[in-house]
Nanobody, 121 residues
Framework: QVQLQESGPGLVKPSQTLSLTCTVS??????????WSWIRQPPGKGLEWIGD???????YVIPSLRSRTSISRDTANNQFSLQLSSVTPEDTAVYYC?????????????WGRGTQVTVSS
C-alpha cells in the first residue's frame, strides 16, 4: 500500500517561498513509469494540477506556474518537494501530493491527505 504525506508550514507571508515535502512509503520514487505530482485546491475552486517529477527525474510544471515553481526529489529519503516562490494570497489552497501513472501521467491512484497553506501577512 502506497502512502503519501505532505508536510510544511501552514502559513506563508506574501512574497515569500512556499516549501512543501511529500514523504512516500510503500513505493519508490524511482519505480518505472510512475509520476509524483503536486495538486492544489484553492477555497471554493476546483483542483489544479501543478506538475510532477517522473521516475526518471524529469520534471514538468504547468506554464502558468513555471516561472515560480520548482519540483525536486530526495531519493535517499523517498521524498519529493514543491517550492513556489513570490507567493500571493491567490496561492492559498489545500496542497496535495499524489502518484500518477499512464500515458497521460494524470491517472492519480494514491493521494496524500492534503495540507492547508494560507498566504497572509
Amino acid at each position: 500500500q502506497v502512502q503519501l504525506q505532505e508536510s510544511g508550514p501552514g502559513l506563508v507571508k506574501p512574497s515569500q517561498t512556499l516549501s512543501l515535502t511529500c514523504t512516500v512509503s510503500g513505493g519508490s520514487l524511482t519505480t518505472n513509469f510512475y509520476y509524483w505530482s503536486w495538486i492544489r485546491q484553492p477555497p471554493g475552486k476546483g483542483l489544479e494540477w501543478i506538475g510532477d517529477i517522473a521516475y526518471s527525474g524529469s520534471r514538468y510544471v504547468i506554464p502558468s506556474l513555471r516561472s515560480r515553481t520548482s519540483i525536486s526529489r530526495d531519493t535517499a529519503n523517498n521524498q519529493f518537494s514543491l517550492q513556489l516562490s513570490s507567493v500571493t494570497p491567490e496561492d492559498t489552497a489545500v496542497y496535495y501530493c499524489a502518484r500518477g501513472y499512464g500515458t497521460s501521467r494524470l491517472e492519480l491512484d494514491y493521494w496524500g491527505r492534503g495540507t492547508q497553506v494560507t498566504v497572509s501577512s
